[in-house]
């Protein structure tokens, strides 16, 4: 059942796979990829990691955001809906680091307490 609480996770670096493969950023797609196997891994810092790493994909979100905002007013192009979406998939990657304050996650990974 913990994959399931898993699941905006996987999705999470799902996104930002796609994200750098359209940035044509192979590597950065694939290690996208790989880092959802570390999950496998039953060690205290596994939560911390990929709270880290969550939060550094939710800070490209908002600076892509910033970017293709920035180039669609210069063009004179609608930006309003590529900024709603964008900022909720940021959004949505940065609230995925919540799932490891669940209890029965805490305990897979060994953590006694929130901090």
């Not at 910033?66 to 998939?89: C, D, K, N």
Request: a positive charge; charged letters at 15%.
């Amino acid at each position: 059942m913990n994959v399931v609480r898993l699941i905006p996770v996987i999705f999470s670096f799902l996104l930002l796979a796609a994200h750098y493969s359209r940035a044509q950023w192979d590597w950065a797609a694939v290690l996208c990829l790989v880092i959802p196997f570390v999950l496998f891994v039953k060690k205290r810092w596994v939560p911390r990691l990929m709270q880290v790493l969550l939060v550094l994909g939710a800070l490209e979100w908002i600076g892509t955001t910033h970017r293709l905002v920035l180039i669609r007013q210069a063009e004179g192009m609608p930006w309003t809906r590529l900024a709603i979406i964008l900022i909720s998939v940021a959004l949505f990657t940065g609230l995925s680091t919540l799932v490891f304050r669940n209890k029965a996650l805490r305990a897979r990974y060994g953590i006694t307490k929130i901090s």
